[in-house]
């Protein structure tokens, strides 16, 4: 089989195994930390405009988008775990391997996400009431919900096909893409709420034009005949060699995906007993603590496939070293976001709560409790990034499964069941599972170092 690097992607291998780390870390990091922050920013901008439909409409989107979230976590973890196999398989420099998986990734996420619309869009209803969505927002937001289905089948290929870019070294290509896909769904989401008064539908329906523009670059740029990185129907193989090493690292990350998306729908139908505004502005709370966390996740997904390129690549000793400098980042980009986000709450949550103080205060206190986690989350998802890269995804479903089920859940029943802290309890728990997260991340990471790097423990 053909399968050759073009001169961009050759140069960007030498650059990633050789080049100084400091100087791979940020050229590949930050513009996908400035992705992700600008995805926060349109998901900020969703929100706000949903609020001015209603606080009924917002909690009814951010109770359903936590539903999508869980089910688009099916293609987000199998490119994960596959972009990981191909990571390695470029840096080792076996090109007719990473043809075969990227081809072969596209392939099975057609069948998950076609499959998963034609399973859940007939019974819809009775999937949210199995979710233990309140009527209120079934009544509103089913048909919302349909779309949002139909609109993750075009996201599972997004998502592939970010991740191949992402190995490639294309991070700023990525940012560029997404600019644009951003600028067509605010305009078009502006257009529906403000100018034709429309509802949630047309927020979903938004989302969907929007991310068919990505999805037409995908099929451009991957249309690449006798290139390693592009697509080719004969390279599809279901052999155990190509599919066997994805699907055994992307398992665990699919699991541990959903499960923390589970858990934050289980949060949020606990939360509900406080009323469908608690929901709204915990929703609300965790968009504007996205606003650290979304830049310190581009560190840990960049980080990552740094790490997988030198693994493969048989360069150890620098995986040490780009764990240092995203782990450095990600704690000083927590710092200053968390100060930045808390300086300006007040407005913030006027943003979203339109003219209703009695929601926008209810916003401030829950999130000023889950401001507290924005460090120990960078220290999270730098060791994230690490054991991604590493292929340790077992520990990666250990510690997210811990993060939802032992220090949220059952934190917030004891709250509810113990204290009379009403709404505010929603915020404590973020701030309780957050931290001992971080926690629990540190001393994951310097038992695997110890393990896995010996000769190197000494240098952190």
């Not at 987000?76 to 470029?90: C, D, T």
């Not at 030198?310 to 400098?325: H, K, M, P, Q, T």
């Not at 250990?398 to 915020?427: D, I, K, Y």
């Amino acid at each position: 089989m053909k399968a050759v690097l073009s001169k961009k992607d050759e140069r960007f291998r030498e650059f990633s195994l050789n080049a100084p780390m400091g100087k791979v870390v940020f050229s590949v990091c930050f513009p996908l930390a400035l992705y992700q922050s600008l995805n926060q920013l349109f998901k900020l901008m969703d929100t706000m405009m949903a609020s001015h439909i209603g606080a009924s409409a917002v909690s009814a989107v951010a109770y359903l988008s936590q539903i999508s979230i869980m089910l688009s976590a099916l293609g987000g973890g199998l490119a994960v775990g596959a972009s990981i196999k191909v990571s390695e398989a470029y840096g080792a420099g076996d090109f007719a391997l990473v043809k075969r998986r990227v081809s072969t990734m596209f392939a099975l996420c057609a069948l998950l996400g076609g499959g998963l619309f034609l399973l859940l869009a007939p019974v819809t209803p009775w999937f949210l009431r199995l979710m233990n969505t309140p009527e209120e927002f079934i009544a509103e937001g089913s048909t919302y919900f349909v779309l949002e289905l139909f609109g993750l089948v075009i996201t599972f290929f997004n998502n592939v096909y970010i991740a191949i870019e992402r190995a490639r070294g294309n991070s700023r290509r990525i940012l560029w893409l997404n600019m644009g896909v951003i600028a067509i769904k605010l305009s078009l989401t502006a257009w529906f709420v403000y100018g034709l008064g429309g509802g949630i539908n047309m927020i979903s329906l938004a989302t969907i034009l929007s991310q068919g523009l990505l999805l037409a670059a995908a099929v451009r740029n991957m249309n690449l005949q006798g290139n390693a990185f592009g697509f080719s129907l004969k390279a599809i193989s279901f052999q155990s060699e190509v599919v066997k090493p994805m699907l055994y690292l992307s398992f665990p990350v699919i699991v541990e995906k959903i499960a923390f998306s589970l858990g934050k729908v289980v949060v949020n139908s606990m939360s509900a007993v406080y009323g469908s505004w608690t929901v709204g502005a915990l929703g609300i709370s965790n968009s504007i603590g996205g606003i650290t966390t979304m830049p310190q996740n581009g560190f840990q997904e960049g980080g990552s496939a740094v790490i997988s390129q030198n693994l493969g690549g048989g360069r150890r000793e620098r995986v040490l070293s780009a764990f240092r400098w995203t782990l450095l980042i990600n704690c000083l980009i927590g710092l200053v976001l968390m100060s930045l986000s808390l300086l300006f709450l007040h407005q913030l949550s006027w943003f979203f709560a339109g003219e209703n103080g009695e929601f926008a205060a209810m916003i401030r206190s829950i999130y000023r409790y889950e401001a507290m986690g924005a460090i120990p989350l960078g220290v999270n998802a730098a060791v994230l990034g690490l054991l991604y890269g590493l292929g340790r995804t077992k520990i990666t479903l250990f510690m997210n499964f811990c993060r939802v089920f032992v220090f949220r859940v059952p934190v917030l029943w004891a709250l509810q069941h113990f204290t009379a802290l009403g709404s505010e309890s929603a915020g404590i728990v973020m701030a309780v599972s957050n931290i001992l997260s971080g926690l629990l991340a540190a001393v994951v990471a310097a038992a695997v170092i110890y393990r896995d790097f010996t000769s190197f423990h000494k240098a952190l």
